[in-house]
């Protein structure tokens, strides 16, 4: 299958480009925050993703990260129950990861079904495109969809089968109630739901400084002031600054840019004016304390089925079921 045969099997889900969705985005960046979603819109800004994950995801450069997934996901595939009959991948990104569950379910039990999930139209079709190329039996499709605007039990979602849901790289982007609140809308009793987690080991400076060095560089900077195209700044004249902010339940790493000059910003119908030396907060990643995390995981009514720490501390992989 080329590649442009991977978009016929791509939807796009209503709220993509629901007037609703639209009206939130708005929302935000009058309260001075740029929305999630805005990293994702272009093919740019898909490649300049792709390449702060080849140059600084720890499962391409951190061993224990590296070994985490590669065993922790051979015993997750051997585990899920025959009944489970799909995966569908919340945040999919290039579908590496879940390629790795796949081709263990593939020699365990033959194909399944596989539905990739993101923001972003090309990460999408490059999910799509490593399951068809790797995967050919398996029945698959992708949906370009802002999760986080998703409504109650949507069928789009629930569908009839059992499910196991991939959730490698979407929980850095949420806070942890809003996250378990919109992904147990769409879990039946039965399905299964499987997370990566961004951890933090300890308090010290010294790994405060090791986790930013991972955000605070030029090529995660390159991806994310793209998204000042989208609301449009005038004179892009700013600097930009990362903080590491402690919360209840660990650190969140976030960016602002600082404009340097009165300057205004549009997206639609909806103008704001940014004065010289306002701030507007371009980015934010989540990092969780191992205890809190799972004190989370309890109190939104779920069970921890595996619980899997990296040596290193940094990365978590939970599965979970509904109580």
Not at 8 to 32: F, P, Y
Not at 102 to 123: C, F, T, W
Not at 261 to 284: H, I, P
Request: one cysteine or more.
């Amino acid at each position: 299958m080329n590649s442009d045969d991977n978009w016929l099997s791509i939807q796009w889900h209503l709220n993509r480009t629901d007037q609703a969705l639209v009206a939130r985005w708005a929302k935000e960046l009058l309260d001075n925050n740029v929305p999630p979603a805005f990293h994702y819109q272009t093919n740019e800004q898909a490649n300049r993703w792709r390449a702060v994950f080849e140059t600084h995801a720890p499962i391409h450069h951190d061993n224990p990260v590296k070994e985490l997934y590669r065993k922790g996901l051979i015993d997750l595939a051997a585990a899920i129950p025959a009944g489970i009959t799909r995966l569908v991948s919340i945040g999919c990104g290039t579908g590496e990861k879940d390629l790795l569950v796949g081709s263990q379910l593939e020699a365990i039990r033959g194909p399944l079904g596989y539905l990739a999930i993101d923001l972003s139209p090309n990460l999408v079709a490059e999910a799509v495109a490593r399951f068809v190329d790797q995967l050919p039996s398996w029945k698959v499709s992708g949906a370009v969809c802002d999760f986080d605007a998703v409504k109650s039990e949507d069928p789009f979602f629930l569908g009839t089968e059992r499910t196991c849901f991939l959730c490698f790289g979407i929980l850095p982007n949420y806070l942890p109630q809003r996250f378990f609140e919109q992904i147990k809308k769409q879990m039946k009793p039965e399905d299964l739901l499987v997370i990566g987690a961004n951890l933090i080991p300890d308090e010290r400076e010294q790994t405060r400084s090791k986790i930013l060095s991972q955000y605070a560089n030029k090529e995660t900077e390159s991806w994310l002031t793209l998204a000042l195209d989208l609301v449009a700044l005038e004179k892009k004249n700013f600097h930009l600054d990362w903080n590491v902010v402690k919360t209840t339940w660990g650190y969140s790493l976030e960016a602002f840019v600082t404009a340097e000059e009165n300057d205004t910003m549009r997206y639609g119908d909806v103008s704001k004016k940014l004065a010289s030396g306002e701030q507007l907060r371009l980015f934010a990643s989540y990092r969780f304390k191992l205890d809190t995390f799972k004190e989370a995981v309890k109190q939104h009514g779920f069970q921890v089925i595996d619980s899997r720490v990296s040596a290193c501390g940094e990365e978590g992989l939970f599965t979970l079921a509904l109580v």
